[in-house]
């Protein structure tokens, strides 16, 4: 089966008109000298977020460059790119989108198809995580969506398992920007994690949505790392900007992270999902931040 598009971020659209740059070979002078990273935490980044500033290739080799690992919510048509340049696509498509996913039976026959096939072609070309979504509640209680999804998902879980793939269920909003979304608590989600019972089925905990729901990150992060498989970043409000306009003390939240890795009970990548200020400068100071 074909791959499922990508849900795109509703407020993709605002985040204003960017000039295309693809003349020439500008990746050296967006990324500079090639980079060196400390390594304690490998650092990613979701290419949308960029789609209206460098052409695939360039954005690839400017990411190398400046020392990411990889590159994330990458479609199976670009995974070669990303290839070239010695990264990782870590994050790819899984099943369903953010308005429709496992809380819903009526979902779980195509969910299942959409695992299947991007699970395999995951593992096939050595890559960690696939994405998946609750959907949205449509007056669902938490009860309902918790039990309407287990079922799908301890057989998705079993067929990541045998591929050695893991999949992540995206903690996102429900206040400001995906309305009625319902895996929108760590609670819920890590309830999930449990009933489902699978080390290859965790959170995707995004830093900038679970500010705005609950706050409190490095206690939260520190309490349930074990159903933790992957992360975003972003700042708030508006997911610009990891600067000084925004609440969240970044470099305070990679140390944690830093520090479990190091405890061994973390091994995935942060990945970098905030609308850039100054196109690829907004990524390299992000990526020199978190660089602990």
Not at 85 to 106: K, Q
Not at 163 to 186: A, G, P, R
Request: hydrophobic share 40%.
């Amino acid at each position: 089966m074909d791959d499922p598009s990508f849900p795109r971020r509703s407020f993709l659209a605002t985040a204003g008109s960017m000039a295309a740059f693809s003349a020439g070979n500008p990746c050296r002078a967006l990324a500079g000298p090639e980079v060196t990273r400390k390594g304690r935490i490998r650092q990613s980044v979701s290419r949308w977020c960029y789609d209206s500033v460098l052409d695939w290739e360039p954005f690839a080799k400017a990411c190398a460059e400046m020392g990411l690992v990889g590159i994330d919510l990458v479609e199976r048509k670009y995974w070669p790119i990303v290839k070239e340049y010695g990264l990782i696509s870590t994050m790819v498509p899984g099943a369903g989108n953010i308005s429709d996913g496992t809380n819903d039976p009526a979902n779980h026959a195509r969910l299942l198809e959409q695992f299947q096939a991007n699970i395999k072609a995951a593992a096939d070309n050595g890559l960690p995580n696939v994405i998946t979504f609750s959907g949205n509640r449509r007056g669902k209680s938490d009860e309902e969506g918790l039990a309407n999804s287990v079922p799908v998902l301890k057989q998705a879980a079993g067929i990541a398992e045998d591929h050695d793939v893991t999949i992540c269920m995206e903690l996102l909003n429900s206040k400001i920007d995906h309305k009625d979304y319902q895996c929108d608590h760590t609670a819920w989600g890590v309830e999930l994690c449990k009933r489902v019972g699978s080390p290859r089925f965790k959170l995707l905990y995004d830093i900038y949505h679970m500010q705005i729901m609950e706050g409190d990150v490095i206690r939260t992060i520190r309490e349930n790392i074990d159903f933790i498989g992957h992360f975003h970043t972003g700042g708030n409000p508006g997911r610009m900007d990891l600067d000084d306009t925004q609440e969240l003390n970044y470099k305070a939240i990679m140390e944690a992270i830093a520090a479990l890795t190091e405890e061994g009970q973390f091994n995935g990548y942060v990945a970098h999902e905030f609308v850039p200020k100054n196109k690829m400068d907004s990524l390299r100071t992000a990526v020199e931040l978190c660089d602990v």
